[in-house]
């Protein structure tokens, strides 16, 4: 199993500075990466699929890179409504195999 | 647009079976390009993949609860179903339902995967 791991566990951010968060897998996952948003007492939002494509109207701020095992989400400029925890998603259809990282919470300093 | 939304008992008694309903709207369940998903999330924590069924039922398992899960599907209706047996306080967490589809790269070499619609979620408890 690869096992994804989340850095920092907590980010604290003025607004309009930028955010960097980090997910970091055990083995090569290639460009199967996602990154997920999930606000309080909300759903996850997909933001991000292999790896740094943004997914159908997720805001321009938001940005991923990476490939292999490093993988980074960048907001660039945070907004109010970025407080969310970040989860990044590796997957694999064949042989089916996924795994979440345990998460960052960002924080609006 | 498509819409999913989760229904089931909020509480199960331990070592019953939790069964939970997500009903698709907006849109037919039988298509070739999804898979239809179950992921849950303990109280406070990450989230874990359960397992999917595909239109022609088809299922994968996660490795970790495969021998305790089941996922069927009705098409007639837009719905497919979740069924753990022998619960404990462990399978505690809000459960999801999730679409999940498949994208191409730039070009054309790699498909990626994604749960681009969710439900809300449903909240179960196991507890006596």
């Known amino acids: 199993e690869v096992v994804m791991t989340q850095s920092p566990a907590t980010l604290s951010v003025s607004p309009g500075e930028r955010a960097t968060l980090s997910c970091r897998a055990s083995?090569?996952?290639?460009?199967?990466l996602a990154w997920y948003q999930q606000r309080p007492g909300q759903a996850p939002r997909l933001l991000i699929y292999?790896?740094?494509t943004r997914a159908t109207g997720v805001p321009a701020r938001f940005s991923g890179s990476g490939s292999g095992t490093e993988f980074t989400l960048t907001i660039s400029s945070l907004q109010s409504e970025d407080l969310a925890v970040y989860f990044c998603?590796?997957?694999?259809?064949?042989?089916?195999?996924?795994?979440f990282g345990q998460g960052t919470k960002v924080d609006i300093k | 647009q498509v819409q999913l939304q989760e229904s089931g008992p909020g509480l199960v008694r331990p070592s019953q079976t939790l069964s939970l309903t997500c009903s698709v709207s907006?849109?037919?369940?039988?298509?070739?390009?999804?898979?239809w998903t179950w992921i849950r999330q303990p109280a406070g924590k990450g989230l874990e993949w359960v397992g999917r069924?595909?239109?022609?039922?088809?299922?994968t398992y996660s490795s970790s609860l495969k021998s305790r899960v089941s996922i069927s599907i009705d098409t007639s209706n837009d719905q497919f179903f979740l069924n753990l047996t022998s619960v404990t306080a462990a399978d505690s967490a809000v459960y999801y339902c999730?679409?999940?589809?498949?994208?191409?790269?730039?070009?054309?070499?790699?498909?990626?995967?994604?749960?681009?619609?969710w439900g809300q979620g449903t909240v179960v408890t196991v507890s006596s």
């Open positions: 999730a679409r999940t589809s498949y994208f191409d790269s730039s070009d054309y070499s790699v498909t990626h995967e994604a749960y681009d619609i």
């Open positions: 907006g849109g037919s369940i039988r298509t070739n390009s999804h898979y």
């Open positions: 069924i595909y239109t022609s039922g088809s299922t």
């Open positions: 083995q090569s996952v290639n460009s199967n």
């Open positions: 292999g790896a740094s």
């Open positions: 998603h590796h997957y694999n259809n064949w042989p089916p195999r996924y795994s």
